[in-house]
């Protein structure tokens, strides 16, 4: 599995155990410099090559094959979008734009609404029993983020918190229960039933 076993039974319980983690000072600065764009629901060229390359640098190339009147008309869309799975599809139009990548757009526009849609958090959501699918937390479709979004605004709500602060706390615990290496793929049920199968004399 790709976390140890969890002291805890319940993101609550999590919650009730775990100091809730600060933002990174380069990332606060970042989010500031950033607090316009909701008000003015439009990013630059400038900007979105930023936000995307905070998440990801390795498609910089593929960000970078997005024009201005492009990005312009997505970032429109997504930020009058009146549901998430609109804004999603406005974002995840244009080059290089994975659905983790849309995700972290959103929270550094709105972090007291959004957390970055990241592997660590989803394996730690999965162990606690509050996603039941892809346990290894790869290949993220829309229909994950909104399950993912749900999860972490519940937890949000009943803890008073910034949707970022708890994605935030929960990559953070994650890397404490780290078992083997991060990408590690999680072999399926049908699997497991094979190779015992096959173990048997």
């Known amino acids: 599995m790709p976390v140890k076993p969890l002291p805890y039974a319940t993101l609550e319980d999590l919650f009730?155990?775990?100091?809730?983690?600060?933002?990174?000072?380069?990332?606060?600065a970042l989010m500031a410099r950033l607090r316009h764009v909701r008000r003015r629901r439009d990013f630059s060229r400038a900007e979105f090559l930023v936000m995307c390359r905070w998440k990801s640098a390795r498609a910089a190339p593929n960000y970078e094959r997005n024009t201005a009147p492009?990005?312009?008309?997505?970032?429109?869309?997504?930020?009058?979008?009146?549901?998430?799975?609109?804004?999603?599809?406005?974002?995840?139009?244009?080059?290089?734009?994975?659905?983790?990548?849309?995700?972290?757009?959103l929270t550094l526009i709105d972090p007291r609404r959004y957390g970055v849609l990241d592997?660590?958090?989803?394996?730690?959501?999965?162990?606690?029993?509050?996603?039941?699918?892809?346990?290894?937390?790869?290949?993220?479709?829309?229909?994950?983020?909104?399950?993912?979004?749900?999860?972490?605004?519940?937890?949000?709500?009943?803890?008073g918190l910034?949707?970022?602060?708890?994605?935030?706390?929960?990559?953070?615990?994650?890397?404490?229960?780290?078992?083997g290496r991060l990408y590690d793929r999680v072999p399926s049920v049908g699997w497991r039933a094979r190779s015992a199968r096959a173990a048997r004399p």
């Open 162 to 179: 910034a949707v970022r602060a708890v994605e935030l706390t929960l990559f953070h615990c994650h890397r404490r229960f780290q078992s």
């Open 16 to 28: 009730g155990r775990e100091a809730v983690c600060e933002e990174d000072p380069a990332t606060s």
């Open 119 to 159: 592997i660590r958090v989803w394996q730690l959501l999965h162990a606690l029993g509050a996603v039941a699918r892809k346990p290894s937390g790869r290949g993220f479709s829309a229909q994950d983020w909104e399950e993912y979004l749900a999860c972490l605004r519940a937890a949000a709500r009943a803890q």
């Open 70 to 105: 492009r990005i312009q008309r997505a970032a429109r869309a997504a930020l009058t979008a009146r549901d998430e799975r609109r804004r999603l599809d406005a974002l995840t139009a244009l080059s290089g734009v994975s659905v983790p990548v849309a995700s972290a757009i």
